[in-house]
């Protein structure tokens, strides 16, 4: 089955009591039993539940794993992750990171005895530097936030292998439509579905996908015992967020390669953050392992004042100031003031996370509309 096919096939099957095409929200926490242990595959909704099940293998399918795993919220996803690992355990980990798994890594596992390194991985060498004897997982997101750093996912399998390592790849801002990490040496693929996947901005989840039987097995393990699922009605609107989501990525990416050439070209725009141009120092590697290069684009506006991207940012229509991205709607930020307030202005300049940086979620609207936006909202600096 192709890609297209998968996201509104796969897993999927009309209701077998009333011919319903759409998978029911069963709305249940529980189940009957004709006699103790007599069911029809169900006995509690924490354990497992139809519509969540579909959900489940429609993301195996998509990822092209064999086991599909939902959660509350990306977060609670990458929870579930870490605790298959024991205190005296370390993790190397992407340092250009989204900020509430650096938030979880250091603020809350640190305390349970886990250790995390954080390093730049464009370079896969640096990574085998980092490995001991207590290394027991690698943590890979790329393309990177709010940087579009790409990271070599088949490198980073490769050394993973090696060294008998669980190797995670945060897919959130590739999607399986750009993107397959369990193809390319991955274990374990996690998302926050609240961003491409769901699509429209109506629903907080997470997921973990894997193509390994014991693996999966404590995963399902820990899902069951932590118990941060998420609900039928949300299992459903992600299920029905995924239907377009090769057609929506396709506007994404289409929307998103107008518009870095229209910032690159534009006289007030100072540097532009995306995987597609040439000049990307990862440029080869993303067009080696992504089938097209999203919709996520950051930049910085000459002269580097602060003052100036709130400017920008407080002056566009079609696209939102707000947290989040994937969405439909066009949505923009300011990393400095908003997901990365928290870190010294030094440590975050480091890594280009600079006072002027903007960072936008390119939506599924009308180009022209897209371009006229940031071009009057530019025009008033
Ligand atoms: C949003 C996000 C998360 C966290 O997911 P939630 O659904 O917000 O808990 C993790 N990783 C990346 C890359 C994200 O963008």
């Known amino acids: 089955m192709k890609f297209g096919t998968k996201t509104i096939h796969a897993g999927q099957e009309a209701d077998p009591t009333t011919g319903a095409i759409m998978t029911p929200i069963y709305q249940t926490s529980t189940y009957i039993?004709?006699?103790?242990?007599?069911?029809?595959?169900?006995?509690?909704?924490?354990?497992?539940?139809?519509?969540?099940?579909?959900?489940?293998?429609?993301l195996a399918a998509l990822e092209n794993?064999?086991?599909?795993?939902?959660?509350?919220?990306?977060?609670?996803?990458?929870?579930?992750?870490i605790k298959l690992l024991s205190p005296g355990d370390e993790v190397i980990s992407t340092n250009d990171l989204y900020?509430?798994?650096?938030?979880?890594?250091?603020?809350?596992?640190?305390?349970?005895?886990?250790?995390?390194h954080f390093v730049g991985m464009e370079n896969a060498d640096k990574v085998e530097s980092y490995i001991n004897e207590n290394t027991k997982m690698i943590w890979a997101e790329t393309p990177t936030n709010p940087m579009l750093n790409?990271?070599?996912?088949?490198?980073?399998g490769t050394i993973s292998k090696k060294h008998d390592l669980i190797f995670v790849v945060d897919n959130t801002f590739a999607t399986p439509y750009l993107q397959r990490p369990l193809d390319l040496g991955a274990d374990i693929v996690m998302h926050s579905l609240t961003k491409y996947m769901g699509g429209h901005s109506d629903v907080v989840m997470g997921a973990a996908i894997c193509k390994?039987?014991?693996?999966?097995?404590?995963?399902?393990?820990i899902q069951n015992s932590c118990g941060a699922v998420p609900g039928p009605m949300d299992s459903f609107l992600v299920l029905r967020g995924i239907k377009t989501l090769h057609l929506r990525m396709q506007r994404h990416c289409e929307n998103g390669k107008v518009i870095a050439n229209f910032l690159k070209d534009h006289p007030k725009v100072g540097d532009v953050y995306w995987p597609g141009f040439e000049s990307h120092p990862n440029h080869d590697v993303a067009k080696r392992q992504m089938d097209d290069f999203g919709g996520m684009i950051s930049f910085n506006i000459v002269g580097n004042k602060l003052e100036d991207a709130v400017t920008v940012v407080s002056n566009t229509h079609y696209f939102t100031l707000a947290e989040s991205l994937g969405g439909v709607e066009s949505l923009c930020g300011h990393p400095a003031s908003m997901t990365h307030a928290a870190i010294p202005k030094e440590e975050r300049e480091k890594t280009g996370v600079v006072d002027s940086l903007i960072r936008l979620s390119v939506g599924i609207e009308d180009i022209e509309d897209l371009i006229a936006d940031l071009d009057q909202a530019l025009a008033k600096l």
């Open 65 to 81: 794993g064999t086991h599909g795993l939902c959660f509350g919220s990306g977060l609670g996803a990458i929870d579930a992750i």
């Open 99 to 116: 900020g509430g798994t650096y938030r979880i890594f250091t603020k809350i596992f640190e305390f349970y005895g886990i250790k995390f």
């Open 150 to 156: 790409i990271i070599d996912i088949e490198s980073l």
């Open 212 to 221: 390994d039987d014991s693996l999966a097995e404590r995963l399902y393990f």
């Open 33 to 58: 039993q004709a006699s103790p242990g007599d069911h029809k595959g169900y006995e509690y909704s924490r354990t497992g539940n139809p519509t969540r099940s579909a959900l489940e293998k429609n």
